[in-house]
């Protein structure tokens, strides 16, 4: 039997779907959530996500890969108390998710950087809407910290006109990491920039959460994405979605290092996550005409 097929799991997970471990510590918890929009103009309700079911544990890195429109920036909102439940639960350190929380925090798809403050003064933002009971001299040191982290060192006093997109982002990261939440949602956080720099900036996350130690849920439409980050990946059927499968990604890290997409296990991965999304995508792309 091959590494693959050992670390493979079925439809429909139960909440408890994490890999097994005497050390394990649930972080986020979702039960049978299910979590929708109302259509004002239509005067309907558009369901998102339905019945998922998902445990993720304290310094886990899981990457949720889905077509457009199944609802994973809809998963991470609720995560991140944005949006509500329709039914079902979603729980954080073991309390519900009643709304945002110093606790979580989001690394954009699009940046989401004031230009008119410096890379220093963005990075400081978080300490400006929450009061996280820490002093000045703590938090800049904690700005400087970071700064060093995300290898910004000498650009403190720049503009985000004056970045590279991977600079850009990176300081999107140091800002979500700078409060040093337990968790960090990232919604498509590379898909803005070029494929070199998309391929360096993974290898740059995968190091910056091995020394935080951070929990991640990632979304990304990209397999190789997926399996270059996660500990497990979870696929997501069409709207409504649900869980279709959870696989788990027994490869060695830092995976930027070892250069995993020469592993034959990679390529397995690979092959197996595109048959599970395949037709999903296509429905997608042609909607509910097919």
């Known amino acids: 039997m091959s590494r693959l097929e050992t670390g493979r799991r079925t439809a429909a997970p139960e909440p408890s779907a994490a890999p097994a471990s005497d050390e394990a510590v649930p972080v986020i918890v979702s039960t049978n959530l299910?979590?929708?929009?109302?259509?004002?103009?239509?005067?309907?309700?558009?369901?998102?996500?339905?019945?998922?079911?998902?445990?993720?544990?304290?310094?886990?890195?899981?990457?949720?890969?889905?077509?457009?429109?199944?609802?994973?920036?809809?998963?991470?909102?609720?995560?991140?108390?944005?949006?509500?439940?329709?039914?079902?639960?979603?729980?954080?350190?073991?309390?519900?998710?009643?709304?945002?929380?110093?606790?979580?925090?989001?690394?954009?798809?699009?940046?989401?950087?004031?230009?008119?403050?410096?890379?220093?003064s963005n990075i400081r933002m978080p300490f400006e809407l929450q009061d996280l009971g820490i002093s000045k001299e703590e938090m800049d040191e904690r700005v400087r910290r970071y700064i060093d982290l995300v290898d910004l060192t000498g650009f403190e006093k720049s503009f985000p006109y004056e970045l590279s997109g991977g600079?850009?982002?990176?300081?999107?990261?140091?800002?979500?990491?700078?409060?040093?939440?337990?968790?960090?949602?990232?919604?498509?956080?590379?898909?803005?920039?070029?494929?070199?720099?998309?391929?360096?900036?993974?290898?740059?996350?995968?190091?910056?959460?091995?020394?935080?130690?951070?929990?991640?849920?990632?979304?990304?439409?990209?397999?190789?994405?997926?399996?270059?980050?996660?500990?497990?990946?979870?696929?997501?059927?069409?709207?409504?979605?649900r869980i279709k499968e959870i696989v788990d990604v027994d490869l060695p890290r830092p995976r930027f290092d070892h250069d995993v997409k020469s592993l034959p296990e990679y390529s397995e991965l690979r092959d197996h996550i595109w048959r599970l999304v395949k037709d999903e995508a296509l429905q997608s792309a042609y909607g509910d005409t097919r």
């Open 34 to 120: 299910t979590v929708g929009y109302k259509l004002h103009r239509e005067r309907k309700r558009l369901t998102a996500l339905r019945d998922i079911s998902l445990t993720v544990n304290a310094g886990e890195f899981v990457v949720l890969v889905g077509p457009s429109g199944c609802g994973k920036t809809t998963f991470i909102n609720a995560i991140a108390g944005i949006v509500e439940p329709w039914e079902g639960s979603i729980e954080v350190n073991g309390r519900p998710v009643t709304g945002p929380g110093p606790d979580r925090a989001m690394v954009f798809q699009d940046y989401a950087l004031m230009p008119w403050r410096t890379v220093e």
């Open 167 to 241: 600079m850009k982002q990176r300081v999107g990261i140091a800002r979500a990491l700078v409060s040093e939440p337990d968790i960090l949602l990232a919604d498509e956080p590379f898909a803005a920039i070029d494929a070199m720099t998309r391929e360096a900036m993974q290898g740059e996350l995968e190091r910056f959460v091995a020394k935080t130690g951070q929990t991640v849920v990632f979304i990304t439409h990209s397999i190789d994405e997926a399996i270059t980050l996660g500990d497990r990946i979870a696929v997501i059927s069409y709207r409504p979605g």
